[in-house]
C-alpha cells in the first residue's frame, strides 16, 4: 500500500469520524427526539467522550484531509507506476485519490455544518 492510499484511508477514517461525533447525535435527537438520543447514548458511551473531544477531532480530520488533497493534487516529478500498464495505471490511481479526497471532504463538510453550524442557524429560526 502506498503514501497516497494510506492517506486516503486516514482522511476518510477520521471524516467518518466526525459523523459518529458530532453530527449523528444531533440528527437523531432533530428527527427523534431526547427520548431517542438519551437511548442512543446509553446504548452506545463512548459518544459522550468521543462529543467531549469535537474539536480536537475535527482538527485531526481536517488536517488529515488537507495532507491527502496536498499529496493528491501536487505536480509529481516522477512517475511510479507499472511499465507495463503505463500510463493508463497511473491514470486510474489518479482518480482513485481524487475521488477519496472528494468524498472525505463532502463527509467532513457535514460534519462540520452539523457540528458547528446547525445549531446557531436553527436559533435563529425558532
Do not use: H, W
Not at 24 to 52: D, E, R
Amino acid at each position: 500500500m502506498n503514501k497516497n492510499n494510506i492517506m486516503d484511508v486516514l482522511a476518510l477514517f477520521s471524516s467518518s469520524g466526525t459523523l459518529i461525533c458530532c453530527a449523528l447525535p444531533m440528527v437523531v435527537a432533530t428527527l427523534a427526539g431526547g427520548a431517542a438520543l438519551s437511548s442512543m447514548v446509553s446504548l452506545f458511551p463512548f459518544l459522550v467522550t468521543l462529543s467531549q473531544y469535537k474539536n480536537a477531532i475535527f482538527i485531526f480530520s481536517g488536517s488529515m484531509i488537507a495532507l491527502n488533497g496536498y499529496l493528491s493534487f501536487k505536480p509529481v516529478k516522477e512517475v511510479a507506476c507499472d511499465v507495463e500498464s503505463g500510463e493508463v495505471g497511473c491514470e486510474v490511481a489518479g482518480e482513485y485519490n481524487r475521488k477519496m479526497f472528494y468524498i472525505s471532504l463532502g463527509i467532513f463538510s457535514v460534519g462540520v455544518f452539523t457540528a458547528y453550524l446547525l445549531g446557531p442557524i436553527a436559533s435563529l429560526f425558532g
